[in-house]
């Protein structure tokens, strides 16, 4: 193919590749070319020449994108591909027709009539309306009930903006890729048809998906029905009926417990037509599980009308009257529940998430447990598993978590098929509702556009718009796997809570809402006036659900009495456990062997880069006795046994796969193509799942991912690693409201470790502790467990432990750095296979018990340093005791230890912390009482070694270090 003659002045091809309006924003062949066409138009002074120049190239770049200049090269990247061509060599007919008609027109129009010139320019600019409602239709939609958003005007919407007029309307244009039926209509039969699609109740935003096929979706989606679906009678009565029973709801509660704290849906009723609608279409799409998140507002009217919770069992609560057995329990608008609904495509079991009052953290958590849910059932593209998760429009603009959860909708590891999200949007935060206070994006929803999700603002009282966004959604959702939001932009009635007066602090918008009728009171006077209820009838439907609720039936009507058990998890095996920290986690020794040979076997195809090499080779040599073994031996055999016993693993944190120091490697790296094989994957035919991922740079949201897996799946072991140990502060959230306490809150138990690499090598304040005292002061009840192995063999066995039992506590393990290659810290086979988790570890040395005057106890690494300096001074009058175990804290072990030296007169704590850290202040109390249980008044006498209080966990500088290193382990022996 020649390029013909002619060349386009400079001052064109400026115009055409610099003007960032000059990039055709619509999508699909024909807008691609009137794109083009229009490009070409704006340059009044082209010609026909320059057109056939421009085709030629174009036809050149398709078959060589090099053989162009580069500007043109980069116009021409930026055009949309026809669909399904990912190669150059595809036929473009079409748009070399598009540029032969261009020149053609061209060159009539230098020669004829401009008429026909104006009539194409002024197709290209209808072409261009259509596409400017697409994307900001919405800014001119009827969406919020109350009528207070401010609304700029949307020049691009106005005729004029685009060189029409009112003149223009009966004249009728190509409808271009407008899904209205038709290929022409008059203008004002566009205009109207984008009025009504983009417009009124719904206002769409996804035009900032990249996606073509995903947009075109979304486009006939709502363009074919200009956004109002006609829904038949009955769906509409249905719709009514749910409204009047959310409604019905907060009115019996209102009058029964005027003033109590309930944080009532009033206001933003649809929200339960609309949860009913995705529970209810889900299952038509085989949807076996929902689970759902939401803070507290209208949670009470979901668990009543949605879950199915007894009416009566909520107004117990409202009486004040305790309901679980042990643990402090938890506010009724923090209460989970669990229950099994029918739909069309049969039961779908539904868990509503506890929460804390924490906003926001509970949708990772929410997503976490959809994916265990998704995991056990192997459901990879997540259509029998469905996140739902509900927000609050304040919350879901200000806080982080947000964020952080959509960074993980698509990553490998915290995947779920797409949440669907529900901004109950009641355009206040508390007292908090002034445009320049809340935020600074237009809209509360904007952090959805990070990852393309398409947003739909729905007027709340306007059920039939609603029921139309949500199937909408839904079906992206299934459809692409991806997030989808709706933004349900409603009022709060009432203040924040039912004991505040809003008026206060919001006194317009509280003047508004004193007169605005209810959304079922407006939709039930829409479907009177629409002859499809009486209203009467609509008067029996609320005396019905008012009778339903004195009566304390259920109310929830897809509710089934008999939920089939088989679509969630047995937690039996689990429950009523006492606390124990004995487990039998020895192995078989010539079966761990074998497991060991898998764990170290690399595929020949798989290029191992040296070190690593190295590390496997260690590996070999330690299975075959000839080496000491290591933490990474004995860590990893601990998963190869593990899983060989049926135990699913997963292991997450930021640098988990090599190990942030890298004595893990369980995932190898071939070198030849950057393939991975990971061989814990290979341990056995038919053994569970191992999972292990390198997570995103999150804390907060991982680690509440990771919670919520591990409160769905009992039998498995699941880890978050911590890079450094302090970085989990980053998520102190999810340690204070859940792991610490959720089980005491709500009975739900937990198994989740966390790996926490801690421990003062002069790394400086940020890379040395793992802030030990704000878990140890967390600790009570035996709610979690502490723990600080200094051994290979110990942390075989702890991690044994913590699944073979079948108690499921958290454990929280300060986790070594140095000690991870430390020469003295090793173990040997038979310590794995037929050893335990020592809770106290007795003194290693061969000392006389009757000569020991003092005992040092501590816990972790510090202890090297310890018995190097017993060595080099002959301090054989001193025995060195690790309490491995922090919490709970093993009072009879200890004791047992130290019966052994009966001439003891001095006990002595050392930590590397500084005296305000550690766990010298939750601790002492512990040894103190040990102590005095050898001798009366010893416990008294209990002393301190350790780093000077300080503001910062460690100093910046390596010789303070040193010498502080050097100062605490002097005073263990001497002070
Ligand atoms: P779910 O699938 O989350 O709705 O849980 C179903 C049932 O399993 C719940 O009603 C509880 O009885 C039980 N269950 C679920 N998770 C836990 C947990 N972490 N601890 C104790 N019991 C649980």
């Not at 649809?270 to 529970?279: A, K, R, V, Y």
């Not at 933004?487 to 203040?495: A, E, F, Q, S, T």
């Amino acid at each position: 193919m020649t390029a013909r003659a002619g060349r386009a002045s400079p001052e064109l091809e400026r115009q055409l590749v610099s003007s960032p309006d000059n990039t055709p924003s619509v999508q699909g062949d024909r807008e691609m070319q009137q794109g083009i066409m229009e490009l070409m138009w704006r340059t009044s002074h082209m010609s026909g020449g320059n057109a056939h120049y421009v085709e030629a190239l174009y036809e050149q770049y398709l078959v060589d994108p090099n053989a162009v200049p580069d500007e043109w090269r980069n116009y021409f990247d930026r055009l949309p591909r026809p669909e399904g061509s990912a190669s150059y060599d595809v036929p473009l007919g079409p748009i070399r027709e598009q540029f032969y008609q261009l020149g053609q027109n061209q060159r009539t129009t230098h020669a004829a009539a401009p008429v026909d010139n104006e009539e194409s320019r002024k197709q290209v600019r209808v072409l261009q309306l259509i596409n400017a409602y697409r994307f900001r239709g919405h800014q001119k939609a009827d969406i919020d009930p109350l009528n207070l958003r401010s609304q700029n005007p949307v020049p691009d919407l106005d005729l004029s903006f685009h060189q029409l007029s009112k003149a223009d309307l009966d004249t009728e244009f190509q409808t271009g890729s407008l899904f209205l039926g038709k290929d022409k209509a008059p203008l004002k039969e566009i205009v109207e048809a984008l009025e009504h699609t983009y417009c009124r109740s719904i206002g769409c935003e996804f035009m900032h998906i990249v996606n073509t096929d995903e947009k075109r979706w979304l486009q006939q989606r709502f363009e074919s029905v200009r956004s109002k679906p006609k829904f038949s009678d009955e769906v509409r009565k249905h719709l009514l009926e749910r409204l009047t029973a959310a409604e019905g709801l907060e009115s019996y509660l209102a009058s029964k417990y005027p003033g109590t704290k309930r944080f009532g849906l009033e206001g933003g009723e649809t929200f339960i037509p609309m949860m009913d609608e995705l529970i209810q279409r889900s299952g038509g799409y085989g949807t076996k599980e929902v689970v759902i998140g939401m803070a507290h507002r209208g949670r009470l009217n979901l668990l009543v009308n949605i879950l199915g919770k007894s009416p009566s069992e909520l107004i117990e609560e409202f009486d004040g009257k305790k309901v679980i057995e042990q643990g402090s329990g938890d506010v009724k608008y923090h209460q989970g529940f669990s229950s099994n609904v029918m739909t069309p495509g049969g039961e779908v079991h539904l868990a509503l998430a506890f929460n804390p009052s924490h906003l926001e953290i509970v949708s990772p958590v929410v997503e976490g447990s959809v994916r265990a849910r998704q995991d056990r059932r192997e459901d990879a593209d997540g259509t029998l598993v469905l996140p739902i998760n509900v927000h609050g429009d304040a919350a879901f603009a200000g806080q982080g978590v947000v964020m952080e959860t959509f960074q993980m909708s698509q990553t490998r590891a915290y995947r779920t098929g797409g949440t669907v999200h529900i901004i109950i949007n009641n355009q206040v935060g508390f007292t908090t509702s002034h445009p320049q206070d809340t935020r600074s994006t237009e809209y509360c929803t904007d952090i959805a556009k990070m990852v393309q999700a398409p947003i739909f603002h729905v007027n709340g009282d306007d059920p039939d718009a609603i029921l139309h966004a949500t199937q909408v959604a839904l079906d992206y959702r299934q459809q692409f796997q991806k997030d989808v939001v709706i933004d349900l932009v409603c009022y709060r009635r009432r203040g924040h809570n039912e004991a505040d007066e809003p008026s206060g602090t919001q006194p317009m918008m509280y003047q508004k809402i004193k007169d605005h009728p209810s959304s079922r009171a407006l939709y039930a006077k829409r479907l009177a006036e629409d002859g499809v209820l009486s209203e009467d009838d609509t008067k029996a439907l609320i005396d019905q659900y008012r009778e339903d609720l004195m009566a304390g039936n259920h109310v929830a009507n897809a509710l089934v009495k008999e939920p089939n058990k088989s679509l969630f998890v047995d937690w039996t095996p689990y429950l009523g456990h006492e606390w124990t920290g004995n487990a039998d986690t020895t192995v078989d020794m010539k079966r761990m062997q074998q497991l060991a040979t898998r764990m170290c076997e690399i595929p020949d195809g798989v290029q191992t880069q040296r070190q690593v090499a190295k590390i496997y080779e260690d590996r070999r040599k330690m299975l075959a006795g000839g080496m000491a073994v290591n933490w990474g031996f004995a860590e990893t055999l601990a998963y190869a046994t593990l899983l060989d016993e049926g135990h699913p693993i997963r292991l997450t944190g930021q640098d988990s796969g090599r190990g942030t120091f890298s004595h893990r490697h369980a995932v190898v790296h071939n070198q030849k193509d950057g393939s991975t094989y990971v061989p814990l994957e290979h341990i056995r035919d038919g053994q569970p799942r191992f999972t292990i991922h390198d997570s995103f740079l999150s804390e907060e949201a991982v680690l509440a991912f990771e919670y919520g897996y591990a409160t769905t799946v009992p039998n498995a072991l699941i880890i978050w690693e911590a890079q450094f140990g302090d970085f989990f502060n980053g998520a102190q959230v999810v340690v204070d409201q859940f792991i610490s306490s959720g089980e005491t809150k709500w009975g739900r138990l937990c198994g989740l470790t966390m790996l926490l690499p801690h421990g003062y090598e002069g790394q400086g304040p940020e890379h040395s502790s793992a802030r030990l005292e704000r878990f140890l002061q967390l600790c009570a009840e035996h709610n979690m467990q502490v723990c600080v192995p200094t051994t290979p063999a110990q942390i075989f066995h702890l991690l044994r432990r913590q699944v073979i039992r079948p108690l499921r506590k958290p454990l929280v393990v300060m986790s070594p750095k140095s000690l991870l290659r430390h020469k003295e810290a090793t173990s040997n086979l038979d310590e794995l296979a037929n050893g335990r988790f020592q809770m106290v570890l007795p003194d290693q040395g061969k000392l006389d018990p009757e000569t020991v005057r003092r005992v040092i106890l501590c816990s972790g690494k510090v202890y090297y340093d310890l018995t190097t300096y017993r060595t080099d001074n002959e301090r054989d009058d001193t025995a060195i005791v690790r309490i491995e175990q922090l919490y709970p804290f093993p009072k009879e072990e200890l004791f047992e230890t130290l019966k052994a030296y009966a001439n003891i007169e001095q006990v002595v704590w050392c930590q590397e912390e500084p005296l305000n850290q550690g766990a010298w202040y939750q601790s002492q109390h512990h040894m103190r009482m040990v102590a005095d249980m050898l001798h009366e008044g010893l416990g008294q006498e209990l002393k301190f070694a350790g780093r000077p209080a300080s503001a910062a966990p460690a100093a910046g500088y390596m010789s303070v270090h040193v010498e502080q290193q050097r100062q605490l382990v002097n005073d263990a022996f001497n002070a």
